[in-house]
């Protein structure tokens, strides 16, 4: 059985119906991941799950480990990560509580560590990224959702923003220009390192609220906590139902 992982963003930081079963601290030569690795069983399948900000939803997008976490779970023998983001929706059918599977990135992060192929190297690498996530979980996810009425979007171009602060009015006009529907700050680099680590990376993207400059209600932690909720009640059933499929 293949092994698969999920890994949790803002509003995910345990997996309601998840069965722990244990915890593994993975040490890494890049330092620590966000947490232990929890191995459970969720709809009967094992799985692994990592919250990306850490237990306490304490780690910024900017200070996570990014490498360290990819280590970690290719160390684990995972071969399949879904990632969920929380994100902004720049696009107007992207509204609170609606859920995207992107198929393109735009990175626009800065000073992060972003491959794992930089030391010690007897031939500089370059990884073909293309295609960012892996098609076939893409496609595993939008045919579970499809089968269990679950709705989401098959397509979007995800723009990887610095943060920890949310965009200006202005930038968020940018990325659209730029062809971006969706805004995050963590989807980058992650999705680079899950490829140089051979990883079968996908994201299922949860909006947490209109992009800046988009709506009319100020951006409050409040607003996209509460927004989220929705949204992760539905991320759950998605996973519950993709999980049997992967095996
Ligand atoms: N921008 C960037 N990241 C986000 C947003 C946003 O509007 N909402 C949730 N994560």
């Known amino acids: 059985m293949t092994k698969v992982a999920i890994i949790g963003g803002t509003g995910l930081t345990s997996l309601n119906g998840l069965e722990i079963i244990g915890r593994e601290i993975i040490q890494t030569p890049f330092g620590e991941p966000s947490g232990p690795l929890v191995r459970g069983n969720l709809a009967g399948h094992q799985i692994y799950f990592l919250p990306r900000h850490g237990a306490a939803h304490t780690i910024p997008p900017h200070r996570i480990n990014y490498r360290a976490n990819i280590w970690a779970l290719k160390e684990a023998g995972i071969k399949q990560v879904i990632a969920v983001n929380a994100v902004g929706g720049i696009r107007e059918d992207m509204q609170p509580g609606v859920l995207i599977i992107p198929d393109q990135v735009i990175d626009y992060t800065v000073s992060r560590t972003s491959t794992f192929f930089e030391e010690g190297l007897k031939q500089v690498v ?107 009640e539905k991320v759950r059933q998605l996973l519950e139902a993709v999980i049997p499929k992967l095996d």
Request: proline content about 3%; some cysteine; overall charge negative.
């Open 126 to 232: 370059h990884i073909d990224f293309t295609e960012p996530y892996c098609e076939t979980l893409r496609k595993n996810i939008i045919s579970a959702a499809d089968s269990s009425s679950i709705s989401v979007i098959k397509e979007g171009t995800y723009a990887a923003t610095q943060g920890p602060r949310l965009e200006t009015a202005a930038e968020v006009n940018r990325l659209e220009k730029d062809g971006c529907h969706l805004v995050g700050m963590t989807g980058m680099p992650e999705a680079a390192l899950a490829r140089e680590q051979e990883l079968c990376y996908a994201s299922i993207s949860v909006v947490a609220n209109l992009a800046a400059g988009r709506g009319t209600e100020d951006l409050t932690m409040e607003m996209i906590e509460r927004n989220l909720n929705e949204g992760m």
